[in-house]
């Protein structure tokens, strides 16, 4: 689940009315309520999912909002204080950011005129918007980013008319916005996943508005992900996996011991529960699962020939007896 979808969650569709998002959500948490699965991580996990989507839903200005800039990340949207210490192992200057020129499609809207959504003080067109890429391990771990960004701010000298008189204005040659650079700090809440969004106030077009940046989170070239579950593969021995083993497996906190049980199948898929991503926004922590990939050895021995000669007498029954024979 890389960004929570409420009317997905509730199982609704967009246009749903008030009356039957609740019914929905009363429906969904009485068959999900921990007090009726207890023992049940994945129902509570459930749980949670649901009240937070109905939390959404349920305001029809969260809802509003939704509806035109999605799931914004931070709930609050509150900014750190200015030279807040990175807590992760410093800033990273420059670290992937690109300002997408044109804004591109996701954030069209937001330009588009038409009085500002619902709730909000401020008329959209104040607002602005940019690409920010991040690391995978700020967005699992959290942490601060540095970047440097060039936002179109309403120039100050024509009041953003562009016009100074009869003429065009000399501060933004009749444009009415200037573009400015800024080096900003963003702390990225752990959980943040591509197609997050993140606000930060006061860093729009105007003093008032605000700067949306949509996140892009860079792959790992170990570990995968699924919405907060961490998907990884552990290389192992034939020994390992037909005797057994205890096996340190790399998480995103680092190596967890885990034993591998005796007659452990190739593709074998085990899970390290809790040790997935603790997602700041949802309050939620998802589960490591590893996958075992069995290792032959390098070379073929004489030995080794006769061990496997020995091995192929122990199988019941030929491991392709179930395959279909054709299409
Ligand atoms: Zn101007």
Redesign the pocket.
Same mark, same amino acid.
């Given at each position: 689940m890389p960004t929570m979808d409420p009317y997905e969650v509730l199982g609704v569709p967009r246009n749903a009315s008030d009356a039957d998002v609740k019914k929905a959500y009363r429906r969904m948490a009485r068959k999900n309520h921990p007090d009726v699965n207890p023992g049940d991580p994945a129902a509570h996990k459930k749980f949670q999912e649901i009240a937070a989507a109905y939390e959404i839903l349920k305001d029809p200005e969260r809802r509003a909002r939704y509806d035109r800039f999605g799931d914004l990340g931070d709930a609050r949207g509150e900014a750190p204080p200015p030279g807040a210490p990175p807590p992760y192992g410093g800033s990273r200057p420059g670290a992937g950011f690109r300002w997408s020129g044109d804004l591109g499609d996701l954030f069209s809207d937001i330009f588009s005129g038409g009085g500002g959504f619902a709730g909000s003080p401020f008329p959209e067109e104040e607002d602005a918007a940019a690409a920010l890429t991040v690391s995978f391990r700020d967005a699992v771990l959290g942490g601060t980013v540095t970047f440097s960004t060039r936002i179109p701010r309403r120039? =100050?000298?024509?009041?953003?008319?562009?016009? =100074?008189g009869k003429s %065009?204005?000399? %501060?933004?040659?009749? %444009?009415? =916005?200037?573009v400015e650079s800024e080096t900003l700090s963003v702390r990225i809440p752990a959980g943040v996943d591509t197609g997050s969004k993140i606000r930060l106030p006061g860093k729009g077009r105007t003093e008032g508005g605000d700067l949306y940046l949509s996140i892009t989170v860079e792959p790992h070239p170990y570990f995968g992900r699924q919405g907060d579950d961490i998907l990884a593969e552990v290389p192992v021995t034939v020994s390992e996996a037909y005797l057994g083993a205890e096996v340190d497996v790399p998480t995103i906190r680092g190596p967890v011991r885990a034993r591998i049980p005796e007659g452990t199948q190739a593709g074998q898929r085990f899970r390290l529960k809790g040790r997935g991503i603790e997602n700041a926004r949802l309050g939620t922590t998802g589960d490591h699962y590893y996958r075992v990939r069995v290792v032959m050895p390098e070379t073929v021995a004489p030995e080794g020939r006769e061990l496997a000669e020995a091995f192929a007498g122990l199988y019941r029954q030929n491991p392709r007896a179930k395959l279909p024979t054709r299409l």
């Open positions: 120039c =100050s000298r024509c009041r953003g008319t562009g016009r =100074s %065009a204005c000399p %501060a933004c040659h009749g %444009a009415g =916005s200037v």
